[in-house]
T-cell receptor, first 110, second 110 residues
Framework: GIQVEQSPPDLILQEGANSTLRCNFS?????LQWFHQNPWGQLINLFY???GTKQNGRLSATTVATERYSLLYISSSQTTDSGVYFC????????????FGKGTHLIIQP | SQTIHQWPATLVQPVGSPLSLECTVE??????LYWYRQAAGRGLQLLFY??????ISSEVPQNLSASRPQDRQFILSSKKLLLSDSGFYLC?????????FGPGTRLTVL
């Protein structure tokens, strides 16, 4: 099956810093999503981005489908940004479930 | 708007006991539904998905089963729990290829 690798696995930053999280995938995809898992376990949808670039406030994401990677940018980090960020892909279409990476554990220190 | 519910939120069960976790979606009809499991410190793994009533596809062999008795209801079951069944169970649904997750059930098997 498709492989999803995220880097770095852990990241510790000071409040106000910027960060870039990377997601590499081993095959073409029809769906790519970024999630933030908060301390209570809830998965928050950040971006649905199988290709192109999107921005939402301090967060933006870019997927280069031809080169099989996606980047999540977080600017001016806040302590509430702490948590685990997951990239997940679906190589098929329609009903197929998502294959998740192992996540990046982000800690923002005040 | 669409909402997804899961219950119970937490559950502690002895080894060998049965299990029933419920997921219900509101505000949509004929959704694709999914069960995922997250072991401690790991990413999510797809367990089952369903495209309609009575239609279940299993992604991995395991001690669990799933059923979809109604259009917007998805149930995860086990006849006899194992220690390895402990984890965080999340239900999800699809909206135009994007997946959205419920709040999850944290299961501890002792």
């Amino acid at each position: 099956g498709i492989q999803v690798e995220q880097s770095p696995p852990d990241l510790i930053l000071q409040e106000g810093a910027n960060s870039t999280l990377r997601c590499n995938f081993s095959d073409s995809v029809n769906n790519l999503q970024w999630f933030h898992q908060n301390p209570w376990g809830q998965l928050i949808n950040l971006f649905y981005i199988p290709s192109g670039t999107k921005q939402n406030g301090r967060l933006s994401a870019t997927t280069v489908a031809t080169e099989r990677y996606s980047l999540l940018y977080i600017s001016s980090s806040q302590t509430t940004d702490s948590g685990v960020y997951f990239c997940a892909v679906d190589p098929g279409g329609g009903a197929d479930g998502l294959t998740f990476g192992k996540g990046t554990h982000l800690i923002i220190q005040p | 708007s669409q909402t997804i519910h899961q219950w119970p939120a937490t559950l502690v069960q002895p080894v060998g006991s049965p299990l029933s976790l419920e997921c219900t979606v509101e505000g949509t009809s004929n959704p694709n539904l999914y069960w995922y499991r997250q072991a401690a410190g790991r990413g999510l793994q797809l367990l089952f998905y369903s495209v309609g009533i009575g239609q279940i596809s299993s992604e991995v062999p395991q001690n669990l089963s799933a059923s979809r008795p109604q259009d917007r209801q998805f149930i995860l079951s086990s006849k006899k729990l194992l220690l390895s069944d402990s984890g965080f169970y999340l239900c999800a649904w699809n909206s135009y290829n994007e997946q959205f997750f419920g709040p999850g059930t944290r299961l501890t098997v002792l």
